[in-house]
């Protein structure tokens, strides 16, 4: 998680993130989550939930998603949008062209992020989504 933030401290674009599930040893990600947000201020919104509606615009319209939740493998492919998919999660999933797999190092999510925020858009909100099965796959 550490990496994957301070790789997010390196855009000034707003964040939309999305709060990990409630499962034991998440609280190390909020804790981490909620430091994030007393470092980078007012462009950072964090959320526990969305309806649906709600959610599959937020995929459709954002600049890249960037975790480990499989929305980002599964739902994000519908609409093409891209994602920055950190560790080995996902491994075994199906994959199509807008996924760029990554490891847990802050200069390769920093890259993948730049490709992906050089392509067109209109929008300008990066998601990200952890899931708390990433805390087994990081050293602190």
Sequence with gaps: MAKTLDALKQFPQSLLILWPNIDAGSERLVNA??????????????????????YTNILRHARVIIGNSSSGIREASYFGTPVVNIGSRQE?????????????????????????????????????????????????
Excluded: C
């Excluded at 996924?99 to 993948?112: C, L, M, N």
């Excluded at 490709?115 to 300008?124: A, D, F, H, I, P």
């Excluded at 099965?133 to 602190?140: A, G, I, P, V």
């Design 92 to 140: 075994g999933r199906e994959r199509t062209a807008n996924i760029i797999d990554v490891g847990h190092d802050t200069q390769e999510i920093i890259s993948a992020i730049q490709n992906n925020l050089k392509k067109e858009s209109t929008q300008w909100t990066i998601v990200m989504e952890m899931a708390q099965q990433e805390l087994r796959l990081l050293k602190y």
């Design 33 to 54: 989550l909620k430091q994030f947000e007393r470092e980078e201020g007012a462009r950072v919104g964090f959320f526990n939930n969305f309806s649906l509606e709600t």
